[in-house]
């Protein structure tokens, strides 16, 4: 299960994509759970801003606030789009820094 925390899950102060893999079944199962919490502990020992990536649901958000993880991303958020469409998305958006921060539930 922790076979992506390797050598490059940290690089240049920001946790890899497959370190924070686990946030898509924290909610169902504990183990990752426990990792995810860890993985947010780690982060704020070493004075980093921890950023969980693969956030699909206000569920996820909600745990994650809990665990006190600092920022999310993910599809519960913004679906990959083309950056005409980004353009579009960004105008109907708040864009204050609350809607980065991980408090911020849409």
Do not use: K
């Not at 665990?67 to 998305?89: E, K, S, V």
């Amino acid at each position: 299960m922790a076979a992506g925390l390797g050598d490059d899950a940290v690089d240049g102060g920001q946790a890899g994509a497959s370190a924070f893999a686990f946030v898509l079944h924290m909610d169902s199962d504990h183990d990752d759970a426990n990792l995810v919490q860890g993985a947010i502990d780690l982060g704020h020992n070493l004075g980093l801003t921890v950023v969980a990536e693969g956030v699909e649901g206000a569920a996820h958000v909600a745990a994650l606030h809990q665990l006190g993880c600092d920022i999310a991303q993910g599809f519960h958020y913004a679906r990959p789009m083309r950056p005409n469409d980004f353009t579009d998305w960004l105008r109907t958006h708040e864009t204050t820094p609350s809607t980065v921060e991980i408090s911020a539930v849409p």
